[in-house]
């Protein structure tokens, strides 16, 4: 039979942990092939090709691999494959989503999953994770939609999700827009139709560093002032409510986003920051005055994976025009 052809590639995280020795803590151990010996229910559906390319925890992921990674998973779709699923940790799942999704420039679908539980534990969700990726993978409704990431039967668009609870089973959740999609019956059932995407180019640099700093109450001014000095090209602060910085914080800014890109994301968890509603110092509309860019619905860790790969390649300047795009984080 002529089955399509599914790649899959496993880097580490939970899904793939279990403890050496009973009563340890559980480390990466679970080879790729043995989490695809768990759903061989796949087998009549695709044939599917296994790597394992990595056994990290997520944490210690970075860009330089995501762009090993990325360009692995191109490789696949060149060779034939209509669908890449890659499992990772969970603790950065949707990092990795959004950075895979600002430069994957196919139609075939990438999708990432993961799981909660690790694979001995009872009640383990990573087969089940594993199963329903795989499933969106090869769905036909699935292409054009960029980098989607499936947890308990839910469908997330990468520029929305985020990880909202640490250890619950339902732990990812797109909160400013809800799953794009579910899978019920072993079905992938869509509920929103699929969006224009702007794909970025390769980075060329990718020494620089963008810093993230997240604004609280008196917080001293030391990190900022230093940023520069430091070497940071670009800066991403998570502001409080709608996008705000403290007096002291705001002052700091004017020097630094004269030199380099500054964004002022929210770090409410959900929403969006404001353009034009509030007027004291270190509000959103001074903030801009003074050169710094709102994220939108941008959350702040999203919205430095996007400065990162604009300024690696050499495209700071488009950063309103990706930041403007409602709701697409
Ligand atoms: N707790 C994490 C996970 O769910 C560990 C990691 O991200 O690697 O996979």
């Not at 054009?144 to 947890?151: A, D, K």
């Not at 353009?275 to 001074?286: A, L, N, V, W």
Request: net charge neutral; aromatic share 6%.
């Amino acid at each position: 039979m002529n089955l399509p052809k599914l790649a899959i590639a496993s880097l580490g995280g939970t899904v793939s942990m279990q403890a050496r020795t009973a009563g340890e803590g559980v480390v990466p151990t679970v080879s790729g092939a043995t989490l695809l010996a768990s759903i061989p229910e796949l087998r009549s559906h695709a044939h599917v090709t296994v790597e394992t390319l990595g056994m990290l925890p997520s944490a210690s992921l970075d860009f330089e691999y995501l762009l090993s990674v990325l360009c692995w998973a191109k490789y696949q779709i060149e060779q034939g494959a209509v669908g890449v699923v890659i499992t990772q940790g969970t603790d950065t799942l949707e990092e990795a989503a959004t950075f895979f999704d600002l430069l994957w420039d196919h139609d075939e679908p990438l999708v990432l999953t993961g799981a909660m539980r690790s694979a001995a534990q009872a009640g383990a969700d990573g087969p089940g994770n594993l199963l329903d990726a795989c499933r969106v993978g090869l769905a036909e409704k699935s292409r054009r939609r960029g980098v989607q990431v499936v947890m308990s039967g839910q469908i997330h668009l990468a520029q929305a999700v985020r990880k909202s609870d640490s250890m619950g089973l339902q732990a990812f959740s797109s909160p400013n827009m809800g799953p794009t999609g579910l899978l019920t019956e072993g079905a992938v059932r869509y509920l929103h139709p699929a969006r224009q995407r702007n794909v970025l180019p390769s980075p060329k640099h990718t020494t620089h560093k963008v810093a993230l700093l997240q604004a609280t109450l008196s917080a001293d001014t030391l990190l900022l002032e230093n940023i520069l000095a430091l070497g940071y090209e670009g800066l991403v602060i998570a502001g409080f409510g709608a996008g705000h910085l403290s007096e002291t914080w705001t002052e700091a800014i004017d020097a630094i986003a004269d030199k380099i890109p500054v964004i002022v994301a929210t770090r409410c968890g959900s929403g969006s920051t404001a353009r034009s509603t509030y007027g004291f110092k270190g509000g959103e509309i001074d903030l801009i005055q003074r050169g710094a860019s709102m994220a939108g619905f941008a959350c702040p860790r999203k919205a430095r994976i996007l400065l990162w790969l604009l300024i690696g390649c050499q495209r700071q300047d488009d950063l309103a025009r990706y930041l403007k795009e409602d709701i697409r984080f």
